[in-house]
């Protein structure tokens, strides 16, 4: 079992998000890369509500996840996942077409899906009921229906984005999942299979389970406004 | 001079775009980074208008750049990135802070802030005049605003974001370069210091020339809809 309070490796995640979030926060992607490579790592938990006035240092956003290992600090969930997919071998490091389709299908899921359904969320959770997100979301579920629609005609018949399972698909697997609470993959059976594929794993199984072990005991009394 | 017929790296950028989009495609990243490390490559000109069947194979949607070296094929700009910068040294091959830092700074130009700039090109420039646009416009520069604020925290003094200048300068000044446009810059004096150092360096000023010097050749005779 990958949490071990004495491993080199750390990641920050929150200590209770509200339930629209549970699941959902990016430390879940480091978390399942190193369950996947069995890479010990202890957790540090941050408040999601009051971001510590020092962890801005650390991550200039005050976002999780924030990972280090040894001396090393590194942040942003993308460049986690290629820093420990280098360490256990979800990403080759040999530079070759392996390691090069890897990478490409990384950015693929950060630079092309994620920014559109980023703002799927905040026109259909965050913004909801403001009159210029009813008015965007058609226009917004169309434009990234036909990206998923390319992404399903690129992914073919296999199993994984690029070939043997890698940190591509733990990217890939995160963000389609978003859309899937949207609808947006019922009419897209491929790619609904292949969310579903990365969710029974039982690296991702753990790692949610873990995610979301601490979020009971540090629930606020009362839910607080705006988080 | 980098560009050489017959170098086994290939850069995929297109043969014309639009006037707004002049200087603003992403294959200026790929360029960017060869001229910084003075690694020759050869140019493939496709058109924007009629993307090839054909090139939906090598690259999902259809954009650019997707580059070539020798026999790895890859795409996504950030890819690019990481691929080049490995090759020629603006992305430190040895596994330490140094190359921590630059990953982190180059996934958080593509993850936190490029999302926010490419959508407010959607509301400044493909959308604007439609109602939801003009209603979207003040939250998001709001929004993108203190993300730029914490940006220019964490730049701090230092002339670029991970010490020496770095893949992660090239994805940041290209995404930055994009809010300069709409005056977000404009109150923001250390960012808008940071893209002039970008833009000022002998690399980027002959990438930037090199990827629009075959646009007035390949200008079609009428503009074209919906470009």
Not at 64 to 92: C, M, N, Q, W, Y
Not at 204 to 220: L, Y
């Given at each position: 079992m990958p949490i071990d309070p004495h491993a080199p490796i750390e990641i920050t995640a929150f200590e209770w998000v509200p339930p629209f979030a549970e699941g959902f926060v990016r430390d879940l992607r480091p978390r399942w890369a190193c369950e996947e490579m069995d890479l010990p790592y202890r957790e540090r938990l941050i408040s999601a509500i009051k971001r510590p006035d020092w962890y801005f240092e650390e991550q200039p956003w005050g976002q999780v996840p924030h990972v280090r290992d040894g001396e090393i600090a590194i942040f942003e969930s993308g460049a986690t996942l290629i820093h420990l997919g280098e360490k256990g071998g979800l990403?080759?490091?040999?530079?070759?077409q392996a390691r090069a389709s890897v990478l490409s299908w990384t950015l693929a899921a950060f630079s092309s899906i994620e920014p559109m359904t980023f703002e799927l969320g905040n026109v259909?959770?965050?913004?909801?009921?403001e009159e210029w997100a009813t008015l965007r979301k058609p226009g917004l579920v169309a434009a990234l229906g036909k990206r998923l629609d390319r992404l399903e005609t690129a992914l073919?018949?296999?199993?994984?984005l690029a070939d043997a399972f890698s940190i591509a698909d733990i990217a890939m697997v995160t963000v389609l999942r978003e859309v899937a609470r949207e609808g947006l993959l019922d009419t897209r059976p491929r790619l609904a299979a292949y969310v579903e594929r990365g969710e029974v794993r039982p690296a991702f199984q753990t790692a949610i389970a873990d995610q979301i072990r601490h979020f009971a005991a540090n629930a606020p009394a009362r839910a607080p406004q705006g988080v």
């Amino acid at each position: 079992m990958p949490i071990d309070p004495h491993a080199p490796i750390e990641i920050t995640a929150f200590e209770w998000v509200p339930p629209f979030a549970e699941g959902f926060v990016r430390d879940l992607r480091p978390r399942w890369a190193c369950e996947e490579m069995d890479l010990p790592y202890r957790e540090r938990l941050i408040s999601a509500i009051k971001r510590p006035d020092w962890y801005f240092e650390e991550q200039p956003w005050g976002q999780v996840p924030h990972v280090r290992d040894g001396e090393i600090a590194i942040f942003e969930s993308g460049a986690t996942l290629i820093h420990l997919g280098e360490k256990g071998g979800l990403l080759p490091r040999e530079n070759g077409q392996a390691r090069a389709s890897v990478l490409s299908w990384t950015l693929a899921a950060f630079s092309s899906i994620e920014p559109m359904t980023f703002e799927l969320g905040n026109v259909a959770l965050f913004s909801r009921g403001e009159e210029w997100a009813t008015l965007r979301k058609p226009g917004l579920v169309a434009a990234l229906g036909k990206r998923l629609d390319r992404l399903e005609t690129a992914l073919d018949a296999r199993d994984w984005l690029a070939d043997a399972f890698s940190i591509a698909d733990i990217a890939m697997v995160t963000v389609l999942r978003e859309v899937a609470r949207e609808g947006l993959l019922d009419t897209r059976p491929r790619l609904a299979a292949y969310v579903e594929r990365g969710e029974v794993r039982p690296a991702f199984q753990t790692a949610i389970a873990d995610q979301i072990r601490h979020f009971a005991a540090n629930a606020p009394a009362r839910a607080p406004q705006g988080v």
